[in-house]
């Protein structure tokens, strides 16, 4: 007996249900991976917390025993240190910046530019350095003193602003001002792990250094030099200057609280073969903390008209040659933990060195890397920085207001970009900067 309409209708639905789950099935069976999520900024290692306290969060996707050693890392990195009683020379100092890590990331976030919290660095030649230390311990004398000051300074209509430093010597003197020096603030916290993670074949493959496609923009690795003479590819601070998330916790360690670290993970003495101030665990254990903080959650979703505008913008104003959106982790098996692996990940940068133009040219190159070459700052959490900060700024040298400032401040490879937006109607412009108030 024939079915009836309605039940014949029934039937060919659950037909169709039925392979559409057999497809659905047959899919995952072959391993394809579902399409990355750019509001999942850090992959699997997402933050969904948007609050001021978002970059203190450890990562998602950490096990029961990571999130462990993870608290236990975070007493470490919050430590305050002071001089050992008894150890001359040992302990905080004689000469210093801060007496923490968190002394300069604030919340995990950027520094202040400001007196007595922003670093400096300094010519070597000069007599110091690299980093000038205004601090020191009961008994020592700082290196010098340093004040900042603003200038006003006119980029087209815009009136943006300078730093001027001033350094003054123990006996009151100010340096020359031909000394070239370069304020800095201290740079967010934020998927570090991830980044390192990032294959250098990755990374050398979007470099350019000769602008061989003509599109004007060339950067560059920056190929740093182990004492062993061994080459490694640079990609953490300003100029690029640390190959490793452990380097520059040692670096930090030196240049910003005059503490020794192990020059070998295989012992605890220093490079003058003296005990170090720092142990290995707690050296590991401070670049476990860095390693282990994700990223946040972009505010709103890939489908909405705000993220599809400024995408579109970000694009057509050349941004995302630099900027590069999505990078992909690799699969090792070392990895300090296992989120860290095969991740797709929305940093917006692609940890090259590019020449920014005069107007960020300071006049210090450090360690190969011209004093207008700059790494391509990653962009993922820009939107909570002064929610993390309310006084933080942007640029290397906290000298933008405002993520507009910063786009103005753009020159050398950037210049073209920086016309384009400057080009743009007004709501064009204020779409641009909507979609990056919520990265």
Known sequence: ???????????????????????????????????????QAAGAMTVANRTSASFEQPAGGLTAAEQARHDAADLVFD????????????????????????????????????????????????????????????????????MVQWRPVRRGATWLRAPDVAVISPDGEPLSASMSRSLRVAPPLLGLGLLEAVPKSTITALADPDDANGDGISGRVHWLSDADGQRRLGRFGWKAISASVRDQSADAYQQDMGLTTPASPSNNLDRAGQPADISNQELDLVTYYSQTLGAPRTAMPASSAVVRNGQRLFEDLNCAACHVPALETGS??????????????????????????????????????SSGEWRTAPLWGLGLTQK????????????????????????????????????LAKPQRQALLRWLQQL
Request: net charge negative; aromatic share 4%.
């Open 1 to 39: 007996m024939p079915l009836p309409p309605i039940a014949r209708w029934f039937r060919q639905r659950l037909v169709l249900v039925g392979l559409g789950l057999l497809l659905v099935v047959g899919v995952a069976a072959l391993g394809v991976r579902e399409r990355p999520d750019p509001q």
């Open 79 to 146: 430590r305050t240190h002071v001089p050992l009683i008894g150890h001359a020379g040992s302990g905080l100092g004689p000469q210093f910046v801060a007496q923490s890590c968190v002394a300069c990331h604030v919340r995990n976030g950027r520094g202040r530019a400001i007196t007595d919290e922003a670093l400096v660095r300094v010519v070597e030649a000069a007599g110091f350095g690299p980093q000038i230390q205004d601090k020191a311990v009961l008994g020592a004398e700082p290196e010098a003193s340093v």
């Open 332 to 369: 090792k098996s070392d990895v300090v933990v296992q989120a860290i692996r095969d991740q797709t990940i929305w940093p917006y940068t692609d940890l090259l060195l590019h020449d920014m133009g005069s107007g960020l040219d300071d006049g210090v190159a450090e360690q190969g890397a």
């Open 388 to 423: 993390i900060n309310p006084q933080a700024t942007f640029l290397h040298d906290g000298r933008a207001r405002s993520v507009e400032e910063a786009i103005l401040w753009h020159g050398g490879e950037a210049e073209a970009s920086r016309q384009a937006f400057l080009a």
